[in-house]
């Protein structure tokens, strides 16, 4: 008998059912296109304990009891079309995580109607790319905590491990596994954005070739930019095209794509009321990029400023301290936004263990995550990491060529919009004092909103002419 079941032979199902075979997990295996099981057996699973089954009900048989199935399908309508279709082959006490990434809502709103059968449903965040899925990825459950350790010791072997342990935890109930990873994905955005902009200008600004910039980032990430994604972009920008001869990066057009979880993350904090500027500005450059023909004539058509007649011997320095500041920041405004999501959805997400399982496997592993799970070691309900004086003392000397950097693109007329939105959210938070003032005196004069008062408590309405406006 199988001990698990997976259910979605695309590259992620495939990779995690040879990881858990390949730690001694019978696994049974069942995809909709029959053809593509039998294909998965004959090549990629030979040799594992691995079954296949080609129709549910064979598949359900051949899972050992309590079933645990781990589904690996398209986010969306495919989950519930899998589920409608499973879940009268199953009996009370079977257990399915999703391991796609699917909006925590939809999480939460399966795991109320499978829990009236008896059945208990995990949102499961996945972090590790293919690569991660086969050799160990991050992976952030959220559902009923009483049934954890029937799948704890499965997923902890299964993950990448650290100095501290398997990158694997319970982070909470009903869709709290999903909302961690979307948010991963949020900050993920931000980051890939910063790095993005950082090349951008070296490009432009200083010349730099693709093989100088590899070797630049190589250099970077084996200091405090340490990080996956310095990482692997070292290893692009030195990838040359076997047919032209040319750095490949040089030849991919400039449209970026994305598959939502960004843009739930920007969503979900704008309900919640929580600035991620970084994120947003990650977001809405991947928008603007997919206008290529536009851009196009528009660069024909819009004047840039003239370029500087000298370029900053600082500027490799500064974009080093811009990015290293941009990532804490960026960290910062993700953890904030899962400290008020915990609180308002009561999922008492642990913040330093998600920094914890955040420091392998996972897209965004960075060095940095370890600064941060001491942080919420020290202050499990710290707000801001911004309010740790471990990261004030962090961005004190950065700030200066983070500045440079910023002004460094105004001059030259290129975008930075994910290096702006994280300087300008250091600066408004470090304000004592903001306009906000006279926002709200002009929400008070045109519409009556009322206003609090520095000198007085209260709640305060003023005519502010003798004849108001209706």
Known sequence: MAVIGVIGLAVMGENLALNLAGHGFPVVVYNRTAERTRRFLAERARGFPIHGAYTLAEFVQALERPRRILLMVQAGAPVDEVLAQIEPLLAPGDIVLDGGNSHYRDTERRASALAGRGLHYFGVGISGGEEGALKGPAIMVGGPAGVYPQIASMLEAIAARTEDGPCCGYLGPGGAGHYVKMVHNG??????????????????????????????????????????????????LAYIDPETGQPLVDLILDKAGQKGTGRWTSQDALDLGVPVPTIDAALWARHLSAYKSEREQAARLLPAPPAPATVDGRLVGDLHDALYAGMITAFAQGFALLHQASREYQYQIPLAEVARIWQGGCIIRARLLKTIRASFLDQPDRPNLLLDPRFAELLAPLQTGWRRAVITAREWGLPCPALSASLDYYDAYRQARLPANLVQAQRDYFGAHTYERIDRPGVFHTQWTPEDPV
Request: zero cysteines; glycine letters at 6%; proline letters at 2%.
């Open 187 to 236: 900050i993920e955005y931000g980051i890939m954005e910063l790095i993005a902009e950082v090349y951008h200008l070296l490009r432009v600004v200083r010349g730099l070739s693709a093989s100088d910039l590899s070797a630049l980032f190589a250099a970077w990430n084996a200091g405090p930019l340490n990080s996956y994604l310095v990482e692997i972009t070292a290893r692009i």
